[in-house]
């Protein structure tokens, strides 16, 4: 984690998009800050029969379009400045692609590297306990987010039910499918990736077939994305994850960099199917299109003037800073944002939520066919805003989802 605080960049972000809507001070304030947040301990039985407490964090952003919905990380570094800042992209992302949420995030501050299984199990049945009141398929959905796994759901999910003595699959999405989970949900932030690239190529006349892609982060998002390029004849020249990044400008060889990942406990270096770079390197190597998808802050204002990509797709969360963006503009390079790329996950979140409320479930081609609707439909009113208001993609996916959530905030009288 930088030392930059990522609520105060969130606010920032809030503040220029807000600027350019009519909105009252009041409702202004109101946006620029969660509506609740949850702190407590969590006291955990360990296997060597110690009692040790744990810290977790649920902030519920705002709740004016639907229940809250967002993930739960567990990090050892967690913050409630990264929960506020993650709830309030859920937020804005929720409401850009158009689901009927609000924006939540959840942490716990732990190494889940050092638990073992049975303490894992004990983390997230208290952390369900703590704020079970809070939770539920009206008011507030939790999902997995950094290294929370659907097992973990599982175990959440059992537990809530227990709680209620009652079968309610929908209050947490990402779960395995044996127990309610969506076919399609694993690679769907990928494949919304590929939906918005499409629209990228369609709109901004890239070339797709044509295009040099390089991919910062090799596991779900970006090995997923580079996997799906793979199938679809991409390009990708540049791999990386935390260990080592790789540059083949006659194209990385994905199933192959797949398979030594996987055998390598999810570790690139070694690989021998490139020249080996750094992975600032791979931030500004040739490439028309770059895609950060590990995390935050990695693209700034030293590296953003030596950036040759013609378009930035945001698959990680935050991974731009707010003067970095402004070199981007300047030097007339597309951003595709967070909010809007990243938003496949979500999306079939929602559709999984869906799918336990009326307890009838969908086929891979019905998940895909509904994501793509969502995330074209979306990609094309940001487009269309940018173009109306001569703003940047950020700021005109921020434009449409503030307006959103303050006019559900408007019509319900609040603020
Ligand atoms: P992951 O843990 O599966 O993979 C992360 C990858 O990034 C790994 O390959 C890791 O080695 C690499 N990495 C970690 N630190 C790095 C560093 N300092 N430099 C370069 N690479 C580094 O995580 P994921 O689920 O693929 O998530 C990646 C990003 O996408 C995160 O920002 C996450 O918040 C965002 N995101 C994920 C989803 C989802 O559905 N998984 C949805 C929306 C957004």
């Known amino acids: 984690m930088s030392a930059l605080n990522p609520f105060t960049i969130a606010q920032q972000q809030f503040d220029e998009a807000a600027a350019r809507l009519d909105l009252t001070p009041a409702r202004r304030e109101f946006l620029r800050w969660p509506m609740r947040e949850y702190h407590f301990t969590l006291p955990i039985l360990m296997e060597n029969g110690s009692t040790r407490v744990f810290r977790g964090f649920r902030v519920q952003y705002n709740t004016a379009r639907g229940p809250a919905k967002g993930g739960i990380r567990w990090h050892a570094r967690e913050t409630i400045d990264t929960v506020r800042a993650l709830a309030f992209w859920m937020t804005w992302k929720c409401a850009v692609v158009d689901l009927p949420l609000g924006g939540a995030k959840g942490g716990i501050v732990c190494n889940p590297r050092e638990l073992s299984v049975n303490e894992k199990e004990r983390l997230a049945r208290a952390y369900v306990r703590a704020i079970a009141g809070e939770l539920g398929v009206h008011r507030d959905i939790p999902a997995p987010d950094v290294n929370t796994t659907p097992q973990i759901m599982a175990w959440s999910m059992d537990e809530y039910e227990a ?196 307890n009838y479930y969908w086929t891979v081609e019905n998940v895909r066919t509904e994501l793509d609707r969502r995330l074209t439909a979306a990609f094309q009113n940001v487009h269309r805003m940018s173009r109306e208001h001569g703003v940047d993609h950020r700021t005109a996916a921020y434009m449409l989802s503030i307006a959103r959530v303050a006019k559900a905030c408007e019509l319900r009288g609040w603020a």
């Open 163 to 358: 709680l209620l003595g009652e079968s309610h699959p929908g209050v947490i999405t990402g779960k395995p499918l044996a127990i309610g989970g969506s076919v399609g949900r694993e690679n769907a932030t990928s494949f919304g990736g590929m939906c918005i690239i499409r629209e990228v190529d369609n709109l901004l006349g890239v070339r797709f077939e044509r295009a040099r892609y390089a991919i910062q982060g090799f596991g779900n998002v970006g090995g997923g994305l580079a996997a799906l390029l793979h199938e679809a004849d991409g390009h990708v020249v540049a791999i990386s994850a935390e260990d080592a990044a790789y540059y083949n400008d006659r194209g990385i060889d994905i199933p192959k960099a797949i398979q030594h990942y996987e055998q390598n406990h999810h570790h690139l270096s070694g690989f021998d199917g490139g020249e080996e770079i750094t992975n600032e390197e791979l931030l500004t190597c040739d490439c028309e299109i770059l895609v950060p998808a590990a995390i935050e802050h990695v693209l700034t204002n030293r590296n953003a003037p030596n950036v040759q990509a013609k378009v930035i797709v945001e698959l990680a969360n935050g991974p731009t800073t707010p003067e970095a963006d402004r070199v981007f503009q300047e030097r007339g390079i597309v951003v595709i944002p967070d909010i809007l790329a990243n938003a496949g996950g979500v999306t079939v979140s929602y559709f999984e939520a869906v799918q336990n409320a009326y």
